[in-house]
Nanobody, 121 residues
Framework: QVQLVESGGGLVQAGGSLRLSCAAS????????MAWYRQAPGKQRELVAH???????NYADSVKGRFTISGDNAKNTVFLQMNSLKPEDTAVYYC???????????????WGQGTLVTVSS
């Protein structure tokens, strides 16, 4: 059993900042990738950013230059620093982790429950 617990969402005015956190715990042996996705009302879930265990990062074009993903491998934790927020960033943000877990070990993906980010204009 692997759990991802997100925190840090909330209501912020346009131009403001928020920092999301996600911690993975449970029977996970190693994490290869952690990522943040978001889903706005009526839209499909989309990738916001991901970071590999080696520190490589990738961002959606819509957040480049405004969001920064970082991780703490020792604590199986990932962060998303969101600056210059826009109303169109309003969505439920989900954390995802991929790696080896379970017995026997398999490559699996796990999702958090989501945290709501609301940006007012």
């Amino acid at each position: 059993q692997v759990q991802l617990v997100e925190s840090g969402g909330g209501l912020v005015q346009a131009g403001g900042s928020l920092r999301l956190s996600c911690a993975a715990s449970g029977s996970i042996f190693s994490i290869n990738v952690m990522a943040w996705y978001r889903q706005a009302p009526g839209k499909q879930r989309e990738l916001v950013a991901h970071i590999t265990s080696g520190g490589s990062t990738n961002y959606a074009d819509s957040v480049k230059g405004r969001f920064t993903i970082s991780g703490d491998n020792a604590k199986n934790t990932v962060f998303l620093q969101m600056n210059s927020l826009k109303p169109e960033d309003t969505a439920v943000y989900y954390c995802k982790a991929e790696g080896l877990a379970g017995t026997p070990r398999r490559y699996l993906a796990f999702w958090g429950q989501g945290t709501l980010v609301t940006v007012s204009s």
